[in-house]
């Protein structure tokens, strides 16, 4: 009887090792396995990591270094500490360029967002051909901008432009849009307007394919009519959606350049009310080579576009609604 007790002991022993051994071993693999997941994921970001750091990380810090210097066209400089800022702070052509950008986003980014919503919406229905509506939206916004450019300012010139030659047919003179002050400005908003609908509509688009239909069911069964479900289902669901699209839109209007560069010129007479801060930058940078304060320029429009996004992600918490 003791000795088949013992035998007995022995085999839970060794039943007990085996469990142990196989566990240890499955744990041994699966950190091995895990460790090998890691490295695999870590060696194919890489390069992307290191093109960040490279060109984005490192030039950001090399041109905040380069702000406190007298950089110019044959790479010599000097460290003049905070004189590029204080040059900056009573430069009046940055005040009116600041003006010129405000102005400018606060009229593109409102319209450009809100008649996207409306495109996505109508392009959520079931119509025929919708492919093509959708593909043609789309188009503006994977063109080159300098061709865009060129277009429009055919399409805007005062004396042999389509846009004046149309107006003329139902007896209307048109301006001269993009040589005149009071009109170059709205020129500018119409042409970005243009652009940025197509690639906000397609990010919306993707938002509103994602609400559960059930949401319009119960809608519908409770007597709430399209007008109703879209500002009582509609919006709210999709403001996460529309809130990355207006940080987007802003970030974008704020740093526009080519548009100025190609459409206006800068032997137009427009070029001191349409001028945005990018366009200072550039000129500093790379007409007057002028590098170190170019830098301080850049880091300003770094600076405000921050305070833009900090500003716009403490507010969204009162209107973007999270599921």
């Given at each position: 009887?003791?000795?088949?007790?013992?035998?007995?002991?022995n085999?839970?022993?060794?039943?007990?090792?085996?469990?142990?051994y196989?566990g240890?071993?499955k744990?041994?693999n699966?950190?091995?396995n895990?460790?090998?997941?890691?490295f695999w994921a870590?060696?194919?970001?890489f390069?992307?990591?290191?093109g960040?750091?490279?060109?984005?990380?490192?030039?950001?810090?090399?041109?905040?270094?380069?702000?406190?210097?007298?950089?110019?066209?044959?790479?010599?400089?000097?460290?003049?500490?905070?004189?590029?800022?204080?040059?900056?702070?009573s430069?009046?052509?940055?005040?009116?360029?600041l003006?010129?950008?405000?102005?400018?986003?606060?009229?593109?980014?409102p319209?450009?967002?809100?008649?996207s919503?409306?495109v996505?919406t109508?392009l959520?229905s079931?119509i025929?051909?919708?492919g093509i509506?959708?593909?043609?939206?789309?188009?503006?916004a994977?063109?080159?901008?300098?061709a865009?450019?060129?277009?429009w300012?055919?399409?805007?010139n005062?004396?042999?432009?389509?846009?004046?030659?149309?107006?003329?047919l139902?007896?209307?003179?048109?301006?001269?849009?993009?040589?005149d002050p009071?009109?170059?400005m709205?020129?500018?908003?119409?042409?970005?307007?243009?652009?940025?609908?197509?690639f906000?509509?397609?990010i919306?688009?993707?938002?509103?394919?994602g609400?559960?239909k059930?949401?319009?069911?119960?809608?519908?069964?409770?007597?709430?009519?399209p007008?109703?479900?879209?500002?009582?289902?509609?919006?709210?669901?999709?403001?996460?959606t529309?809130?990355?699209?207006?940080?987007m839109?802003?970030i974008?209007?704020?740093?526009t350049?080519?548009?100025?560069?190609?459409?206006?010129?800068?032997e137009s007479?427009?070029?001191?009310?349409?001028?945005?801060?990018?366009?200072?930058?550039?000129r500093?940078?790379f007409?007057?080579h002028?590098?170190?304060?170019a830098?301080?320029?850049?880091v300003?429009i770094?600076?405000?576009?921050?305070?833009?996004?900090v500003?716009?992600?403490?507010?969204?918490?009162?209107?973007?609604?999270?599921?």
């Amino acid at each position: 009887m003791e000795a088949g007790k013992k035998l007995n002991s022995n085999e839970k022993i060794n039943k007990l090792k085996i469990l142990d051994y196989i566990g240890n071993f499955k744990r041994n693999n699966f950190s091995k396995n895990r460790l090998k997941n890691y490295f695999w994921a870590y060696l194919l970001i890489f390069p992307t990591v290191a093109g960040l750091g490279v060109f984005y990380i490192g030039a950001f810090f090399q041109n905040l270094y380069y702000s406190f210097t007298n950089l110019g066209a044959f790479g010599r400089y000097n460290f003049i500490g905070l004189d590029n800022y204080s040059r900056l702070i009573s430069d009046p052509e940055v005040y009116q360029t600041l003006i010129n950008t405000f102005k400018y986003t606060m009229l593109v980014v409102p319209l450009t967002v809100g008649i996207s919503i409306l495109v996505a919406t109508l392009l959520n229905s079931k119509i025929k051909g919708i492919g093509i509506y959708r593909t043609l939206y789309f188009l503006p916004a994977v063109t080159m901008p300098a061709a865009v450019a060129m277009v429009w300012r055919w399409l805007f010139n005062g004396r042999i432009g389509l846009i004046n030659y149309l107006l003329s047919l139902i007896g209307i003179t048109g301006p001269a849009w993009i040589a005149d002050p009071r009109f170059a400005m709205f020129a500018l908003v119409i042409v970005s307007v243009w652009m940025g609908i197509g690639f906000n509509m397609i990010i919306l688009l993707a938002g509103l394919q994602g609400i559960s239909k059930n949401y319009y069911e119960a809608a519908s069964i409770d007597g709430a009519g399209p007008v109703k479900q879209f500002f009582s289902i509609t919006l709210p669901v999709l403001s996460p959606t529309i809130f990355f699209v207006v940080v987007m839109s802003l970030i974008n209007a704020f740093q526009t350049f080519e548009l100025i560069f190609l459409m206006i010129g800068k032997e137009s007479m427009a070029i001191d009310k349409t001028k945005t801060i990018v366009y200072l930058f550039y000129r500093h940078a790379f007409e007057w080579h002028d590098k170190g304060y170019a830098a301080a320029i850049a880091v300003l429009i770094f600076a405000i576009i921050l305070i833009f996004t900090v500003v716009q992600m403490a507010l969204q918490k009162k209107w973007v609604h999270y599921e």
